[in-house]
């Protein structure tokens, strides 16, 4: 079992719907919770990033973390065409930024 | 603001011919660096990390060296390049104990 999973996708939605993408993991180590956008052939860009439980809210993105279940997500109010990436679930326990885990991404597809 | 570079963007090389990456990063002081192949649909593989000047930990055995001589410069090397190798290449840092990564904009190598 990997320690993150997150499914690939292809997740396509129309423009101005609420998207939700998931990442679920084994570890109840993991404290610490972040979200990464990736553009076609660019770095990941980070996004969003959450201590233990709860919601964080940065304008149309909430990032929320259920630690009872192992399961995260990430919604995006208002989708946009620009939304349009690969988004990747990272997470750790805080021992080292060396040990952060990373989900394979998400290809998420925003039609006009 | 920090700020990470990384090049060259992309290079095709033949078998066999050697090859570096370099990467610098801006704006602090004593980042811990990193070294990430990411392959389609396989997520981010942690290849090399440093603490410090001349400090390089690896993740993965393999072909690839790499160099920090530097504080805010790091260096992926190979002698001789296999077609296995191809992928695209991520430098990247964060600060002390930090639980974020900071990504540069990725390196495609195409070995031939």
């Known amino acids: 079992q990997k320690e993150v999973e997150q499914d690939p996708g292809p997740l396509s939605v129309p423009e101005g719907a609420i998207v939700s993408l998931n990442c679920t993991y084994s570890?109840?180590?993991?404290?610490?919770f972040m979200w990464y956008r990736q553009y076609s052939r660019k770095g990941p860009e980070l996004l969003m990033y959450?201590?233990?439980?709860g919601n964080k809210e940065d304008g149309r993105f909430t990032a929320q973390v259920d630690k009872s279940s192992k399961y995260i997500s990430l919604f995006i109010r208002d989708s946009q065409p620009s939304d349009s990436a690969t988004y990747l679930c990272?997470?750790?326990?805080?021992?080292?930024?060396?040990?952060?885990?990373f989900g394979s991404g998400t290809r998420l597809s925003i039609r006009p | 603001s920090q700020t990470i570079h990384q090049w060259p963007a992309t290079l095709v090389q033949p078998v066999g011919s050697p090859l570096s990456l370099e990467c610098t990063v801006e704006?602090?002081?004593?980042?811990?660096l990193y070294w990430y192949r990411q392959a389609a649909g396989r997520g981010l593989q942690l290849l090399f990390y440093?603490?410090?000047?001349?400090?390089i930990s690896s993740e993965v055995p393999q072909n690839l060296s790499a160099s920090r001589p530097q504080d805010r410069q790091f260096i992926l090397s190979s002698k001789k390049l296999l077609l296995s190798d191809s992928g695209f290449y991520l430098c990247?840092?964060?600060?002390?104990?930090?639980?974020?990564?900071?990504f540069g904009e990725g390196s495609w190598l195409t070995v031939v």
């Open positions: 990247a840092w964060s600060l002390g104990s930090g639980n974020t990564i900071y």
């Open positions: 570890n109840s180590a993991f404290q610490y």
């Open positions: 959450t201590y233990s439980s």
């Open positions: 990272a997470m750790s326990d805080g021992s080292s930024a060396s040990k952060i885990i």
């Open positions: 704006g602090t002081s004593n980042p811990n």
């Open positions: 440093s603490v410090g000047i001349g400090q």
